[in-house]
């Protein structure tokens, strides 16, 4: 487990070195970097050797047969599916579940309105999609309508490239992810 971490670790201060000195696609070093770091620890990084739930196996299915859309989407919610939903949204924008699940029940929204942004769901829908995510949380159901209007705001602001940029982020190894943070923790620490 320590030598896994030494390679995120190691990569991540390399890559710092690499965008500090050189003009480059930081996405794209970013995948390469991790695909990098699976092949050597031969698929072993972070990846979810767990069967797969029978609500995963159907989203993959109709991934795999493009039927997965927004009004599917709001009408897994509808139905209080909220594990379906979460997998056909993961299936959707290529994020892992449990990222997505986080996505849906933070406050604000924010990271929601970015996925559906990238997933190009329109406003309309995503202003669905939110309220019936809000009801799903547990405790108080009531939205706050000051919430939901900050969040269509936000999603306005959203450029659907910007979008697609941070989701594309947030696909990187979560591992490599918690290297990074530290490593840009240690810079500020350095700094002042």
Same mark, same amino acid.
Not at 107 to 119: D, H, K, N, Y
Not at 124 to 149: H, M, Q, T, W, Y
């Given at each position: 487990d320590l030598a896994k971490r030494m390679y995120w670790w190691v990569s991540a201060a390399l890559r710092k070195h690499i965008v500090e000195h050189y003009r480059i696609d930081e996405a794209d070093l970013d995948n390469k970097i991790q695909d990098t770091i699976h092949d050597i620890l031969g698929g072993e990084g972070s990846i !979810?050797?767990?069967?797969?739930?029978?609500?995963?196996?159907?989203?993959?299915?109709?991934?795999? *047969?493009?039927?997965?859309? /927004?009004?599917?989407?709001?009408?897994?919610?509808?139905?209080?599916? $909220? $594990?379906? &939903?979460? #997998?056909?949204? *993961?299936?959707?924008?290529?994020?892992?579940?449990?990222?997505?699940?986080?996505?849906? &029940?933070?406050?604000?929204?924010?990271?929601?309105?970015?996925?559906?942004?990238?997933?190009?769901?329109?406003? /309309? !829908? &995503?202003? +669905?999609? &939110?309220?019936? +995510?809000?009801? *799903?949380? /547990?405790? !108080?159901? $009531? =939205? #706050? /309508?000051?919430? =939901?209007?900050? =969040?269509?705001?936000?999603f306005d602001r959203v450029v659907p490239e910007t979008a697609r940029k941070v989701v594309e982020r947030w696909h990187l190894d979560p591992n490599f992810l918690f290297a990074l943070k530290q490593v840009n923790e240690i810079k500020r620490s350095a700094a002042e």
């Open positions: !979810d050797r767990t069967p797969l739930r029978k609500s995963q196996e159907l989203a993959e299915k109709l991934q795999k *047969a493009e039927a997965i859309t /927004p009004q599917l989407l709001i009408q897994t919610l509808r139905q209080g599916e $909220v $594990v379906l &939903f979460e #997998d056909l949204l *993961a299936q959707m924008t290529g994020l892992r579940t449990n990222l997505i699940r986080r996505l849906v &029940f933070e406050p604000g929204g924010e990271g929601l309105a970015i996925a559906c942004r990238a997933a190009d769901i329109m406003k /309309p !829908d &995503f202003a +669905s999609i &939110f309220l019936l +995510s809000r009801s *799903a949380r /547990p405790g !108080d159901k $009531v =939205v #706050d /309508p000051n919430e =939901v209007s900050r =969040v269509l705001n936000f």
